[in-house]
Structure formats: C-alpha cells, structure tokens
C-alpha cells in the first residue's frame, strides 16, 4: 500500500503565506510526477502545480508567480509554497503521486487533502 498525508492547511488572511508538504510511504520502489490538485466548494478539482523527478514544473495559470512546488526525492517529499493568496484560491488541497511500488504496479495514489481557507 501507498500512502500520501499532507499537512499545513489553515485559515489565512488576503496577501498571506501558507506552506503546505505532503508525504509519501508504503511500498514505493520509485516516484514519477507529484502534484498538488485543488478543490473548492462546489467546483471540480483542479490541477494546481506537478513537479517531475528532475524538477521540471507546470503551473495554472491563476497561481503562476504566486505559487511554488519542490519536492525532496530522498524524503518522498512534495511542498506547495503559496504566496499572496487570494480568496479564491480557498480550497481542499489534495497531493497526487505517480508511483511505481514494489510489486511492480504503477499508479496515481492521492491523499486525503487538507483544507485551505483566505479569509478575512
């Protein structure tokens, strides 16, 4: 099994910073593509940013220049920084991995999201 918890959500006021990590373990021989998705209430769910092993990225476009994703390959590791939030940018944040485990089955495991909130 593959598990991926993130961490970091919160309430936060207009212009402000969160960090968000997300963690992988379980049975996991190697990790493609990680990403950060976005749901806000009563929308679909949204790619926010995707981070490739040698840490190429991709942004949508709402969050370019405000947001960041890295990632640490040794730890299983992906972060979201997000700068100068808007409230729009109010959502459930959710981590995605592509993961090949050791038995040699490859898939797209998420975790369970964390809720971020701009408000004043």
């Known amino acids: 099994q593959v598990q991926l918890v993130e961490s970091g959500g919160g309430l936060v006021q207009p212009g402000g910073s969160l960090r968000l990590s997300c963690t992988a373990s379980?049975?996991?021989?190697?990790?493609?593509?990680m990403g950060w998705y976005r749901q806000a209430p009563g929308k679909e769910r949204e790619l926010v940013a995707v981070?490739?092993?040698?840490?190429?990225?991709n942004y949508a476009d709402s969050v370019k220049g405000r947001f960041t994703i890295s990632r640490d390959n040794g730890k299983k590791m992906v972060y979201l920084q997000m700068n100068s939030l808007k409230p729009e940018d109010t959502a459930v944040y959710y981590c995605?991995?592509?993961?090949?485990?050791?038995?040699?089955?490859?898939?797209?495991?998420w975790g369970k999201g964390t809720l971020v909130t701009v408000s004043s």
């Open positions: 379980g049975s996991i021989f190697s990790i493609n593509d």
């Open positions: 995605s991995a592509d993961v090949l485990t050791w038995r040699n089955i490859r898939g797209d495991y």
């Open positions: 981070i490739t092993t040698g840490g190429s990225t």
